[in-house]
């Protein structure tokens, strides 16, 4: 399925275009987010490749990799953050997502999340989704607890990032289990 355009409330999500590089690279280049990611900070020239390899992966049929750029909706088009949905196992879904850090405390994350989630569980057929988050991301764990995803277990050495293994904390969720509801302004 592409281009890609989904509505949330506070966030729209849409396909990444080249011109999205400078605001990806204040997002990816910034060490206040990748310390929570499983890569660490790029540089421009990188940030550039991720762009473009989103950009191409996204127009491959079958499409496994719904990689797309959040903006905020009462904003203008910009880029402000990434969520990311990436087929895995049967039916089967990895989340991902990151907000830049001037944006963070909005409710962003919990709303690209949550649409994107409802995107994969309707139009793309998913039965199970997860989230693996470092131990000590509140704030991510604070996201997926308050859309409804259920703690797994711990991953040992999961990700090598800072020159080092991080373990990760599993969550996932199911179709069967899902409802769109959860978010900013419900209770937990
Ligand atoms: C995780 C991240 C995406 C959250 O983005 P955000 O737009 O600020 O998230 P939201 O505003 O939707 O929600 C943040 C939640 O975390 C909570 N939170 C924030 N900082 C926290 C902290 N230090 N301790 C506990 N909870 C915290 C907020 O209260 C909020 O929860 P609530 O809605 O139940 O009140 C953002 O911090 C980020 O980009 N971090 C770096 C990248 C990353 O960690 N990505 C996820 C990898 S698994």
């Known amino acids: 399925m592409y281009p890609v355009t989904l509505a949330g409330q506070a966030v729209k999500l849409r396909e990444f275009r080249s ?10 280049g910034d060490d206040r987010v990748t310390r929570w990611l499983s890569f660490d900070s790029r540089d421009r020239a990188a940030t550039a490749a991720m762009v473009d390899g989103a950009i191409t992966r996204a127009k491959l049929v079958p499409r496994t ?5 959040v903006t905020d909706a009462d904003a203008d088009d910009r880029m402000i953050g990434f969520a990311r949905l990436g087929f895995s196992g049967v039916r089967a879904a990895k989340l991902g997502y990151a907000i830049h850090a001037d944006h963070w405390g ?3 994350a919990t709303d690209a999340a949550r649409t994107l989630i409802d995107f994969g569980f309707g139009q793309l057929g998913r039965h199970r989704i997860t989230a693996a988050i470092g131990p000590e991301n509140a704030a ?3 996201v997926v607890k308050r859309l409804g995803m259920q703690y797994e277990g711990h991953l040992r ?3 090598h990032t800072g020159g080092t ?3 990760s904390l599993l969550y ?5 289990e899902w409802t769109a509801d959860s978010g900013p302004g419900e209770t937990p």
């Open 65 to 69: 990799e719904y990689y797309l750029a």
């Open 140 to 142: 991510s764990i604070a």
């Open 19 to 28: 011109d999205d590089v400078a605001d990806a690279f204040a997002i990816d």
């Open 165 to 167: 293994w991080r373990d």
């Open 157 to 159: 050495d999961h990700v």
């Open 106 to 108: 909005h409710g962003y």
């Open 172 to 176: 996932s969720i199911l179709a069967t």
